[in-house]
């Protein structure tokens, strides 16, 4: 197969653009986060087009634009890393604690990515980059193995990565230089390293490459709800089904359960989720003796349940940090609106302290924000955090033994030292203070 591109010959996109999706902060108005890395991608592809002959309409790269989950979305990525020619990974923090980011390593490595040539030199189809910088920051085994030269991509980009180099404006030359030298690595890895087609594998079931998570990279999600056939008088099935997790409020908007939404929020921040309905999970929550943040999701309408809210009582009472309480609200849904006054008055009995301002909710306000879809999945977003803060305060001790606490926000990934002989993206190593060695946590503060 050949992998210049010319003739027609190999029309498969250039690279992959690999990267952890970024969640909105603070105002639910704020722009759209990952607008950075779709402009490096953007450039790219550019610069691309510039060095090769690809034909107009030629995909000369694949980025993930889409924040959600489903048959199709899976589908389409696993097809992407079978018949990409090299991988671009954006090395951050955020990247390495992504389970979604861990999958597409694994699933692009399942290929031949690794070459031998004649000289006994290691090639690979993996083109890391720097997105922020990571001399603090130990890889895990899999990025510590590889090594690569970016001394071309100037001083600037190793000190500080390709997002400060956008963001600042008296770097906007470093930043060209270094998408023009980035673009010049992936064409000379797609023809010098040429990686067969893929088979097409189930995404979702992919392990990560990366290290198992630490207890703050998971989030247990717990659902409160009712099943169709417990529903109270004047409260219709649309919304219900046969299992508790089955509750979606927002319906006609999502046809999926609400949790499996909840899960692919957290999972696209970097969390490991886990869905269960909240009474498989009250005697643990109440036990005071968390193994790592949770949120709860309320429907007001189980409230009616005398006897089932008491442990949803007990619970708001301890008032513990590593729990964020929310209550998804669907004004649209006219037996809500009709009933509202009745459902507020149950959930401030139960829920006192939960609702208080101190904790993320989704109850309507007349002059608020409606309880949207939307609006649920960027509250979910802070509450996941709140919790996972609220963990994380308590002084979690490493795994296996009584060392230091563990950094906030996930930091201090746990790598391995690369064994001898790593593969190289076929400029070699960098034994100067260059990226590789930097990135591995060995570079100068």
């Known amino acids: 197969m050949n992998s210049q591109g010319d003739g027609g010959r190999d029309q498969r996109p250039y690279f992959f653009l690999s990267y952890a999706h970024i969640p909105r902060a603070g105002n639910r108005g704020s722009g759209d986060p990952n607008i950075w890395v779709a402009q490096l991608y953007n450039d790219l592809c550019e610069a691309i087009f510039q060095l090769t002959d690809a034909p107009s309409g030629h995909p000369v790269g694949f980025m993930d634009r889409s924040m959600h989950q489903g048959q199709k979305w899976a589908e389409r990525l696993s097809a992407e890393l079978a018949n990409c020619r090299v991988f671009v990974p954006l090395y951050s923090p955020r990247y ?28 690979t189809g993996i083109v890391p980059v720097l997105w922020v910088a990571m001399n603090h920051y130990p890889l895990p085994r899999v990025a510590g193995e590889l090594q690569f030269s970016h001394e071309s991509f100037g001083g600037d980009y190793a000190a500080e990565g390709l997002y400060a180099l956008m963001k600042i404006a008296s770097y906007r030359a470093q930043y060209q230089n270094a998408v023009y030298r980035l673009a010049e690595r992936i064409v000379h890895v797609a023809k010098q ?14 392990p990560s490459a990366f290290e198992p998570p630490l207890p703050t990279d998971r989030v247990r999600i717990s659902v409160y709800s009712l099943r169709r056939r417990e529903l109270p008088a004047g409260r219709g099935p649309d919304c219900y089904g046969a299992r508790r997790l089955d509750w979606q409020p927002y319906q006609p908007h999502s046809a999926r359960p609400l949790a499996e939404d909840a899960a692919e929020v957290a999972r696209r921040m970097g969390f490991e989720p886990t869905v269960a309905e909240f009474e498989e999970d009250a005697d643990r929550l109440l036990a005071e003796e968390p193994t790592g943040p949770s949120v709860l999701l309320v429907d007001r309408w189980a409230l009616t349940d005398r006897q089932r809210s008491g442990k949803v009582r007990q619970l708001d009472r301890k008032n513990l940090p590593w729990v964020s309480v929310l209550e998804p609200w669907n004004p649209e ?36 924000t409606p309880g949207t879809l939307e609006e649920f999945r960027g509250e979910l977003e802070r509450a996941v955090m709140q919790a996972t803060n609220g963990f994380e305060q308590r002084g979690e001790a490493r795994p296996g033994g009584s060392g230091p606490r563990k950094p906030s926000l996930r930091q201090g990934l746990r790598g391995a030292e690369p064994p001898p002989g790593p593969p ?21 503060s």
């Open 424 to 444: 190289t993206d076929g400029y070699g190593s960098d034994d100067d203070g260059g990226l590789g060695r930097a990135a591995r946590g060995g570079g100068e």
């Open 96 to 123: 390495f604690a992504s389970q979604a980011c861990g999958k597409e390593w694994h699933l692009f490595s399942q290929r031949p990515v690794y070459q031998r040539r004649q000289s006994g030199e290691r090639h």
């Open 193 to 206: 390293t040429v990686i067969p087609l893929g088979q097409q594998a189930d995404f979702e079931s992919q």
């Open 333 to 368: 849904d006219p037996e809500c609106r009709r009933d509202e006054e009745l459902l507020n008055g149950l959930s401030e009995e139960v829920l006192r302290l939960s609702r208080g301002t101190h904790r993320p909710t989704l109850r309507h306000q007349s002059a608020g």
